[in-house]
Nanobody, 124 residues
C-alpha cells in the first residue's frame, strides 16, 4: 500500500520561513497530484497548494506569493513534494497535511492518501 509522511514543521516567528516535506512510499504506479492542506483549531481543513504530475501548481489566495510547492519528484518507490513557506504570518499556524492522488497499478483508478500531519506554529 501507500504511506505518506510529512516533516519539517516547527515553531517560527512571524516573517520567518519553513520548508515542509511530504514523502509518499509504497506501491506507486503513478502519482497524479500532491497537495498540501492545513487545519487550524476550530476551522475546517483547507487546501493550501497543489501540484499536478504535469507540473502545474495552484495556490490558495491566502498563500499565493509566499508559499511555493515544488514539482513532484519520483524515484522507484517514492514520490516527494516540498512546500516552501516564506513570510509566515500568525494565521498560517495550523497542522499541515499532505494528500496524494496515487494509482498503485495500471488498472487502478486512483485513490487519495493522507499523511498524519505536521504542526506549524507561527508566533509574534
Amino acid at each position: 500500500q501507500v504511506q505518506l509522511v510529512e516533516s519539517g514543521g516547527g515553531s517560527v516567528q512571524a516573517g520567518g520561513s519553513l520548508r515542509l516535506s511530504c514523502e509518499a512510499s509504497g506501491t506507486i504506479f503513478m502519482t497524479r497530484s500532491m497537495e498540501w492542506y492545513r487545519q487550524a483549531p476550530g476551522r475546517e481543513r483547507e487546501l493550501v497548494a497543489l501540484m499536478t504530475s504535469g507540473g502545474m501548481p495552484n495556490y490558495a489566495d491566502s498563500v499565493r506569493g509566499r508559499f511555493t510547492i515544488s514539482p513532484i519528484s519520483r524515484d522507484n518507490t517514492k514520490s516527494t513534494v516540498y512546500l516552501q513557506m516564506n513570510a509566515l504570518k500568525l494565521e498560517d499556524s495550523a497542522v499541515y497535511y499532505c494528500n496524494a492522488d496515487i494509482r498503485t497499478t495500471l488498472s487502478d483508478s486512483g485513490e487519495y492518501y493522507w499523511g498524519k500531519g505536521t504542526l506549524v506554529t507561527v508566533s509574534s
